[in-house]
């Protein structure tokens, strides 16, 4: 291994600081993990069998997804396809994060993963792009949004009848509008802007005309590789953590 | 292959869908600890980080009623006025509900 200097030194109290950064979505995840585990039992799983797929597999799509596949029996390869593709977009947030994690040792690289999600990654990659290392929020704001899963399900699993409604209060649009926000807040050089037209464009080509739930991969393999023959200025530009302050609202 | 969802079944198919997952997670950080990180690397991995976001909302956008479309559009003009997303995503939900409570389902 040539990066044998774990260099990534990692801060308690920042960790703690991204926990209540990320508290505020994680009501809506709450919220979230309300509408899964109510759909969850409606489909005949048991609510501690329930808890335990929050638990355990903490990817609420991919959930969804299984959790519409149940029936008195499952079979396995068609599951186990559509739960990789829908969670194939972890690889790249994973790969994304390498050149932060590869300063860290392995075990505890690995166990960060654990806690990777949509959110906490966004934050993540869109301060890189502004130049500042933060894994802390993966640590942090990861617990506060898998505790805020948990807790959804639960309450969707014992009092899922009492949220009839939650299109009607926006709240499946909560994860679209953070995502959108993260995108428009990081880097925004033509060279990007290009890359998410080509992203965009793809990822609708791949919605409309490929299997399903692949569209997350082409798209964003399409933009990479916009990158990929588009250089940036040079990368070294970006300075090392020295410093990192924190932006949070 | 089929299971049966009884009790030992679905905690086989729990513990697969997990390890799944697990893989998905595992899986780029592995690969790309045998990828030497050029800056060609580097700039294929800043620009599919954010390409994964527009990636995921544009089906959504397209596919979406016109509240989805308005809580889009509402984020991403607060979002760029003000760079707090916060109040942004907060609009947007906002305008998600005002557009289906007004029952309005085309533009």
Redesign the interface.
Known sequence: M?HASYRYQFSARKVRSEFFRLL??SLFVVAFGAAFGLAAVQK???PL?TL??ST????GA??FA?VDM????????P??AV??AI?????????????M??EMPPGR??SL??L?T?ANW?VS??E??GGKRNLEVILGGGLAIWLAWIFGTWLGVYFGGLLKDP????????L????????????KSP??LV??A???A???AA?KWLPPNI??????????????F???K???DRQPPAGDKETS? | MIIETTAAGTLALIALITAVTLVTRFGGVFLMSFVTISPRIESFINAMASSVLIAIIAPMAFSGDVGSVAALIVTALIMLITRKPLPAIAAGMAAAGLVRYLGVTSL
């Open positions: 040539k505020p979505i005949g799983l048991e069998q335990l797929m355990t597999v903490f990817a991919s959930q299984a149940w029936g008195s029996e499952v079979s396995l390869i599951l186990m739960v990789f969670n194939s977009r972890h690889l790249l947030m994973g790969a994304s994060l390498y050149p994690l590869r690289r690995y993963l654990l990777l949509d966004a990659a869109q890189y792009q299109q009607s209060l926006g709240l499946d649009m909560v679209g509008c953070f995502l959108l926000a993260m995108a428009l807040g990081g880097e060279r990007i890359a998410w080509v992203a965009a793809s990822s609708l919605w569209h997350v991969v082409v798209g964003a393999l399409a933009g990479g590789a916009v990158g990929f588009w250089l940036g040079k990368s070294e609202e």
